[in-house]
């Protein structure tokens, strides 16, 4: 299957910095990006949903001046925690779709950590 | 709109005897079904995926599904369990273009008993 490659495996930053997150599509182009939070034990919560040189379209509740998302190219999201608190610590998980596949596939996920 | 419902947050059966995920959906179009796996501190992995062909769905690892429209049902099933079977699992419905969102079940963690 294809290769969803996502950067950092885990990130520890103070209260107050933004974090920045790289999803990458290794061997495919994804037309379209999902950003997913996961918190301990629960089921994963859609973000938002960005398609290539197109604003993200956000989840009722989320607060998209907070998570910024880009998708600037085929290949390539990101997901950027601005002034990160305590509260958004939390598993971070983007998916791809485009290809001739119809399953959307993962990255490993982005552990944050804020102190 | 689109919704799956996974019965039982907590399924324990023994090495060797057999598995059964229990994943209900809801759609207003012909969906896509999929079931994933996840490891503590990963990102998902997909075991099988329904998209209209066979209606019994063979995945990886053993796993396989079959597609019910009658029982709007995607149950997982292997026959015999094993210890690295032990994970999270999600079953996700989306509809048949490739741009969208993929709805996810709330989970049944796997526990295998040696």
């Known amino acids: 299957g294809a290769v969803v490659s996502q950067h950092p495996s885990r990130v520890i930053c103070k209260s107050g910095t933004s974090v920045k997150i790289e999803c990458r599509s290794l061997d495919f182009q994804a037309t379209t990006m999902f950003w997913y939070r996961q918190f301990p034990k629960q089921s994963l919560m859609l973000m938002a949903t960005s398609n290539e040189g197109s604003k993200a379209t956000y989840e009722q509740g989320v607060e998209k001046d907070k998570f910024l998302i880009n998708h600037a190219s085929l290949t390539l999201s990101t997901l950027t925690v601005t002034s990160a608190h305590p509260e958004d610590s939390s598993f971070y998980i983007c998916?791809?779709?485009?290809?001739?596949?119809?399953?959307?596939?993962f990255g490993q996920g982005t552990r944050l950590t804020v102190v | 709109a689109q919704s799956v419902t996974q019965l039982g947050s907590h399924v324990s059966v023994s090495e060797g005897a057999l598995v059964l995920l229990r994943c209900n959906y809801s759609?207003?179009?012909?969906?896509?079904l999929f079931w994933y796996v996840q490891y503590p501190n990963q990102g998902l992995q997909l075991l099988l995926k329904y998209t209209s062909a066979a209606t019994l769905v063979k995945g990886i690892n053993g796993f396989e599904a079959e597609f019910k429209k009658s029982e709007t049902s995607f149950h997982l099933t292997k026959p015999s369990a094993h210890m690295s079977d032990a994970a999270e699992y999600f079953c996700?419905?989306?509809?048949?273009?490739?741009?969208?969102?993929?709805?996810f079940g709330t989970g049944t963690r796997l526990t295998i008993i040696p």
């Open positions: 998916s791809a779709r485009g290809g001739a596949e119809a399953e959307a596939f």
């Open positions: 996700a419905v989306s509809g048949i273009f490739g741009n969208e969102k993929l709805t």
């Open positions: 759609s207003s179009v012909p969906p896509y």
